[in-house]
């Protein structure tokens, strides 16, 4: 097997259960070298739990049925060696903000038993990567937001990592910063590193995933590239409809080959035909609604509902 098809994950039939939550339920899937899957789902759906699973920070339900390997190992008796192999983006950054950036990395370093000279040219080169390198002796609080994620992934990444785990990598950073990591994901990928990332931004996982899993509740819904699962289950335009009164207007207009759907005030009607929809538009005043192609976020809801889940 050449190593662009190296399986790097293989999961069958996971299960996984706190007390009486069902965090995870019935989860397959596998994950080849320098591929980058996209878990999504709504808060609760079992992301993170899978995760912690494939890093060894939870053990899954014993099953005859079940298996799990990461690099031919199974996590829940080879935690130390998949961790070797792996880097970690949490979701908190949880940087010691006693010491500067350098400081922070160097101690991270021996954790992989890096010398310091190595390790130390390691920073250099990952501070240049992730654009940080007039940081080197800054201490955290000094930071951005922007810049300690940025530093979180460079301290992922300190091990040369084969496998890189991203829970949340750019939740609550500005459009630019947001952009530029997705743009380092890539180079990462293309590299020849393979990621397994969380996302709530479904821009994100359009932008950057290969492939895509979508969770509700500790459940697969669906799974495949996210530009063919658009093209495949959703209709190509969407007219929103931001007052339900105007929508009134053109109701009995609407036809076998448009779809309705309502959320918090706006009414969705989707279609493949962009006439169907501009003749509905044409009874509504300029202000009333807004016709665009569907996205992944609407997959996303139809998918999951629209109820929130908290």
């Known amino acids: 097997m050449g190593r662009t098809e190296e399986t790097v994950i293989e999961a069958s039939h996971i299960h996984k259960s706190y007390g009486r939550v069902r965090a995870v ?4 899937f596998d994950l080849k070298r320098a591929v ?21 920070k939870a053990v899954r339900d014993d099953r005859p049925e079940s298996t799990l390997k990461v690099f031919g190992k199974d996590p829940a008796g080879h935690e130390l060696e998949i961790k070797y192999l792996s880097g970690v983006v949490p979701q908190e950054n949880n940087l010691d903000v006693e010491l500067n950036v350098r400081q922070n990395l160097l101690i991270y370093s021996k954790f992989y038993g890096i010398p310091k000279s190595e390790a130390n040219a390691r920073i250099d080169s990952l501070l240049e990567f992730m654009e940080l390198s007039d940081k080197t002796g800054a201490k955290i609080r000094e930071l951005s937001g922007g810049m300690k994620r940025r530093l ?38 293309n590299g020849g590193t393979t990621i397994l990332l969380t996302t709530h931004y479904m821009e994100e996982a359009f932008q950057i995933a290969d492939r895509i899993i979508i969770m509700n509740q500790g459940v697969k819904m669906i799974e495949g590239n996210p530009k063919e ?13 931001k007052n339900p009164e105007r929508f009134e207007r053109i109701d009995r207009l609407v036809t076998g080959g448009v779809r309705k759907d309502s959320s918090a005030g706006v009414v969705l009607l989707y279609s493949d035909d962009p006439n169907a929809l501009k003749l509905l538009a044409g ?5 009333d609604y807004h016709t665009r192609e ?17």
């Open 229 to 241: 699962l658009l093209q495949s289950q959703m209709e190509r335009y969407v007219l929103e409809v």
């Open 25 to 28: 339920r019935d989860m397959s």
């Open 294 to 310: 569907t996205n992944l976020e609407d997959l996303f809801l139809k998918l999951t509902g629209r109820d929130l889940h908290e």
């Open 283 to 287: 009874r509504l005043g300029p202000g």
């Open 36 to 56: 980058c899957l996209g878990f999504l789902g709504p808060n609760g759906a079992g992301k993170t739990t899978m995760m912690n699973l494939v890093y060894g």
């Open 152 to 189: 979180i992934i460079v301290r992922a990444l300190l091990n040369d990592p084969r496998l890189l785990i991203l829970d949340e990598p750019t939740t609550g950073l500005d459009p630019q910063v947001r952009h530029l990591i997705w743009d380092k994901i890539r180079q990462l990928k």
